[in-house]
Nanobody
Framework: QVQLVESGGGLVQPGGSLRLSCAAS????????MGWYRQAPGKQRELVAI???????DYVDFVKGRFTISRDNAKNTVYLQMNSVKPEDTAVYYC?????????????????WGQGTQVTVSS
């Protein structure tokens, strides 16, 4: 049973930074593509960043140049460094694993969702 635990969210002012973490237990973490998703109120959950098992990285356009995804396989943890945040980045952020993703940024999640971590960008 894979467990995902996201942390690091909070209230941040526009232009500020946050670093999110997601720890995965109960899986061969290093084998999988890992992704960060977010879900804003009233919207569907969307994939915003991925990192493959070979460290290929990709981002959805609206976070490129501002967010950085990384992973530490020894710690079974994936990170999301969020810089220059905007009010529209406000959402609950989740991580999950997958075997592949599509060019329109879709990845079927392998595991049950964690509780997520709330990011609120507001002055």
């Amino acid at each position: 049973q894979v467990q995902l635990v996201e942390s690091g969210g909070g209230l941040v002012q526009p232009g500020g930074s946050l670093r999110l973490s997601c720890a995965a237990s109960g899986t061969f973490f290093s084998r999988y593509v890992m992704g960060w998703y977010r879900q804003a109120p009233g919207k569907q959950r969307e994939l915003v960043a991925i990192i493959t098992s070979t460290y290929t990285i990709d981002y959805v356009d609206f976070v490129k140049g501002r967010f950085t995804i990384s992973r530490d396989n020894a710690k079974n943890t994936v990170y999301l460094q969020m810089n220059s945040v905007k009010p529209e980045d406000t959402a609950v952020y989740y991580c999950n694993g997958g075997t592949s993703y599509t060019t329109d940024y879709r990845m079927n999640p392998l595991w049950s969702w964690g509780q997520g971590t709330q990011v609120t960008v507001s002055s």
